[in-house]
Each structure stands twice: as structure tokens, then as C-alpha cells.
């Protein structure tokens, strides 16, 4: 059903065709830890379906990406986030070029954790 790009990295994650430290998983959307991580928590959420990133949103996608910020502060607890609003956590989703994006298929970065992080 999910669209996919068979030369898009995070597509292979979705696959398990290349390996990832698996978050949470469920029908449309896949989280994993970042293997070059910035801050003590730091994961990734992409939709199963291939979408390039924010940009190509759809107004079919508005359920699945509301999930998905629903879904983003259990997930940054689950992961070690300490609460609000002495903790808290990060929401990032970088979209082109110039918006500092270098995998082409949405995602949205959670970081968290006690300071300093490596960057940010
Ligand atoms: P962005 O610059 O927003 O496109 O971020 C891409 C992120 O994907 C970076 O933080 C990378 O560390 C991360 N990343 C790249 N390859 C993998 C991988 N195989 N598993 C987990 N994270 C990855
Ligand atoms: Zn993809």
C-alpha cells in the first residue's frame, strides 16, 4: 500500500533492509534512534510512505502527521526525556536544501535529555 523509493535510505529502515534501533512501529510510521545522535535522546519518526518531505504533504497526510506529534512526547518520555517543563524535548523537521535537510523522505527529529547536547 505504502508508496516507496527503492534508492531512499529511510525506505530500507521502513523495509528492514538496513538496521535501525527501533522506537516504535505501527501500520503507517516507523521511529528509530538517529545513528549520529545530537543530544542524549535523539530519534527519528517517518511515515512509512515515501515522502520526500514537508513539502510534498498532502491534505491526505494531515491525520497520519497529527499522529505523529501526538505520538512525539510519549515517545521523548519513553526514551528518557525528563517531563515538562524542567525536561522537555525538541521538535525538528528540517525540508530542502536551505532548511537543512539531507535524507529525502520526511522526518521528524525528537531530541532531548540533559545539557550540553553535541549540537543545538
Ligand atoms: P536531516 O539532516 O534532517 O535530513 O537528518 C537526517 C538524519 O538522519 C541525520 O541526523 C542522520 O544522523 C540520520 N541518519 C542517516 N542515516 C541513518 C541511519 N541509517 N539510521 C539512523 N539515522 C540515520
Ligand atoms: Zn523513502
Redesign the pocket.
Known amino acids: 500500500m505504502s508508496a516507496s523509493d527503492p534508492s531512499c535510505?529511510?525506505c530500507k529502515?521502513v523495509e528492514g533492509k538496513?538496521p535501525?534501533r527501533k522506537v516504535y512501529e505501527d501500520d503507517e510510521m516507523l521511529a528509530?534512534?538517529?545513528?549520529?545522535?545530537?543530544a542524549p535522546v535523539?530519534f527519528?519518526m517517518v511515515p512509512k510512505e515515501h515522502i520526500a518531505s514537508m513539502a510534498q504533504v498532502e491534505d491526505r497526510h494531515q491525520a497520519l502527521l497529527g499522529r505523529m506529534m501526538a505520538l512525539a512526547p510519549r515517545l521523548a518520555l519513553q526514551e528518557g526525556c525528563r517531563p515538562y517543563p524542567q525536561g522537555g524535548f525538541r521538535i525538528?523537521?528540517?525540508t530542502g536544501a536551505e532548511g537543512?535537510?539531507?535524507?529525502?523522505h520526511l522526518?521528524v527529529?525528537v531530541m532531548g535529555g540533559p545539557r550540553p547536547w553535541a549540537k543545538g
Open positions: 535510505i529511510f529502515i538496513i535501525s528509530f534512534h538517529d545513528i549520529n545522535p545530537w535523539h527519528l525538528v523537521t528540517n537543512g535537510q539531507e535524507v529525502q522526518h527529529h
